[in-house]
Each structure stands twice: as structure tokens, then as C-alpha cells.
């Protein structure tokens, strides 16, 4: 049966119009939930169709409605998960902020509302504050800082039928993205350490199995990411990566070979392998 969940529409704001099956209700919420985080308000026509969100386009927003109680009907993985937005904004723009999530993870895992309203609040800042004085409010380069880390997570959703979160599929592609910048020479292994720590200490993963899917011709079917994720752009392939915490820049290409390494390193820490003797290898040039 189809059950139509309506939101009235207040004055001078967007509305979310929602066609959804009562069984995708909850994937709706989650959706919503992180267009809120992220400070993205968004109009969305939402087919019953399992596995996928039809017709979902983002508008820009003219503002942002927080009910934090709304929060405590999560349960803890989809409490956590939107965590790694915050995370990747704080890392391209805020390493105090940053500092503070290490502070706070233990609030932010207890389930604290004061601490995750704070999150969500500066996360949402720190959006805006970039849609604001980027020069590109609609997005219609090919520079998306904001998507820091989401070439791997779009095709690990994908990849994991869904199985993953989107905010557990960004936390691995940070993961990847930031264990590159690493292995390229650019980040410096104390930041390094302290994101991966990050990620672990608030519960979020840093590699899944499907990183390790075969695709055609023999490559790990997540590299195709970033052919679907420079289509997506809509022209130059750009891709964000670190220079330390709280600063970013971007290159045009990867090196398949140190992703495939950065993957495997990933991969040895969460299976408690050996951890001795990495080497960062010689940096791209910029």
C-alpha cells in the first residue's frame, strides 16, 4: 500500500513531498536527515522501487529546520553515520573543529543531544559558509569539496546493495581518500593517524569488503568510482585530498596502484595485521 507523508510548507521554505511504500519510510528519514545535516534542503519525488531513491534532486536551500528530538528515534548505527559528514567538513575547513569531535567522541557515541546538536549545528555552518563564498553555489564546476571521500562511497553503496549507510560509505571513502593523501606524502602520518583513530573511536568503519569486489578486466569494481564519479561531475575528473587537517587541495588523477595499497593497509588494520614498516611513497606531483 502507498502511504503519502506530507510536510506543509511554511512560509519562504522548501518542502519535502514524499511518495514513498510505507516499508522505505525509514530510508526517507535518513535521506532527509542528511540533506539536513549537510545544510541542503531538497524537493523529492520517492518511488517504491527496492534499493533505489527515484527522482531525487537537490534544490539550493533557503533554509534549514532542525528538530533534534527527532534524533533519538535512530538507532545507534544510523545515529552515528551522519558523524562523518561532520568529519569531512571539519577536515577540509576546521581543524579546530575537528579537535573538537576527538574530544567529544565518547558524548557523540553515549548518544549526548547536546553534543550532536552542536555536530550537526557546525556542520551545517561550515556548508553554508562554503555554498556562500565558493563562487560556485549551484555547483556547476567540476570542483566539489564538499564531496570529499564520496567517489568510493557512491559506488560502495552501490556495490553493497545498499547494505551500507551513506554515512558509513563516506567514512571509508574519507578513510581511503586520507590513507592516499598519506601514501602520496602529502598528509603527515600524526594526522593520519588521528583521523583513522577518529573513525574507529566514534564506531564508524574504515573499509568494507566490497572494497575488494572483482570488476572487469580484473580491477576491484570500486575503481570504476571514479570514471562514474567524473561523469557525475559533468566534465574534469577532481578529486579532493589532504594536505594536513583542515586543509585540503585537488588533483586530476589517482594512482590506481597506491589506492589498491591504501585499500589493503585499511584492510590489514581493521584484521589486526602487521602494522609496522609503511612508508608514504613519493607524492603526486601537484
Not at 57 to 66: I, M, T
Not at 112 to 141: K, Q, W, Y
Request: hydrophobic share 40%; glycine share 8%; with cysteine.
Amino acid at each position: 500500500m502507498e502511504t503519502q507523508v506530507r510536510v506543509p510548507r511554511p512560509r519562504k521554505c522548501d518542502i519535502f513531498r514524499v511518495e514513498v511504500s510505507a516499508t522505505k519510510y525509514e530510508e526517507v528519514v535518513r535521506y532527509a536527515i542528511d540533506c539536513a545535516k549537510r545544510g541542503v534542503s531538497a524537493l523529492l519525488d520517492f518511488m517504491p522501487v527496492h534499493g533505489l531513491v527515484m527522482g531525487a534532486r537537490d534544490e539550493q536551500f533557503r533554509a534549514v529546520l532542525n528538530d533534534f528530538d527527532l534524533l533519538y528515534t535512530l538507532d545507534d548505527r544510523d545515529w552515528r553515520a551522519g558523524i562523518s559528514e561532520a568529519m569531512k567538513v571539519a577536515l577540509l575547513k576546521d581543524a579546530p573543529f575537528f579537535a573538537w569531535i576527538e574530544h567529544h567522541a565518547g558524548d557523540l557515541v553515549e548518544r549526548s543531544l547536546p553534543a550532536m546538536a552542536h555536530l550537526v549545528h557546525r556542520s551545517a555552518e561550515l556548508h553554508l559558509n562554503h555554498i556562500a563564498t565558493s563562487g560556485d553555489p549551484f555547483e556547476l564546476g567540476s570542483s566539489r569539496p564538499l564531496d570529499f571521500g564520496h567517489w568510493a562511497a557512491h559506488k560502495l553503496e552501490q556495490l553493497s546493495h545498499h547494505e551500507l549507510r551513506h554515512g558509513e560509505a563516506v567514512a571509508v571513502g574519507i578513510a581511503l581518500d586520507s590513507t592516499y593523501s598519506y601514501l602520496t606524502g602529502s598528509l603527515p602520518h600524526a594526522d593520519w593517524r588521528r583521523i583513522i583513530d577518529l573513525f574507529e573511536a566514534v564506531g564508524l568503519p574504515i573499509w568494507h569488503p566490497d572494497m575488494a569486489t572483482p570488476g572487469s578486466g580484473g580491477r576491484p569494481a570500486v575503481l570504476a568510482g571514479l570514471e562514474e564519479f567524473r561523469e557525475h561531475l559533468g566534465g574534469r575528473l577532481t578529486i579532493m585530498l589532504l594536505e594536513r587537517i583542515g586543509s585540503g587541495f585537488e588533483v586530476h588523477e589517482l594512482d590506481e596502484a597506491v589506492l589498491l595499497e591504501a585499500s589493503d593497509l585499511l584492510r590489514r588494520r581493521i584484521e589486526g595485521g602487521e602494522r609496522e614498516g609503511w612508508e608514504p611513497t613519493p607524492a603526486l606531483a601537484r
